[in-house]
């Protein structure tokens, strides 16, 4: 089982910052990335920001310049950047992590942490 905790959401003003940081743990062999999606009320959950174990980097158009996501492979963690926050960042940001195991790839999410940017 792998466990995923995230951490550093809050209420934030319009033009504030944030860093959201996510720590995994358990059986964990050999990850392909690890990335963060949100979801806001009514909508569909959506790639925010994702980084493979090679180390390259993925951002939805949304937030291209103002988020940076970083990982500590020691820690298995992984980091989520906000900046320039504005109240369509408002949602409930969730870590994942994608392994191998046996050829076969599994993916796991965390229980996501709430982000609420105000006008």
């Known amino acids: 089982q792998v466990q995923l905790v995230e951490s550093g959401g809050g209420l934030v003003q319009a033009g504030g910052s944030l860093r959201l940081s996510c720590a995994a743990s358990g059986s964990i062999f050999s990850i392909l990335g690890m990335g963060w999606y949100r979801q806001a009320p009514g909508k569909q959950r959506e790639l925010v920001a994702d980084i493979t174990s090679g180390g390259d980097t993925n951002y939805a158009d949304s937030v291209k310049g103002r988020f940076t996501i970083s990982r500590d492979n020691a820690k298995n963690t992984v980091y989520l950047q906000m900046n320039s926050l504005n109240p369509e960042d408002t949602a409930v940001y969730y870590c994942?992590?994608?392994?191998?195991?046996?050829?076969?790839?599994?993916?796991?999410w965390g229980q996501g942490t709430q982000v609420t940017v105000s006008s």
């Open positions: 994942t992590l994608h392994q191998l195991i046996a050829r076969a790839r599994y993916d796991y």
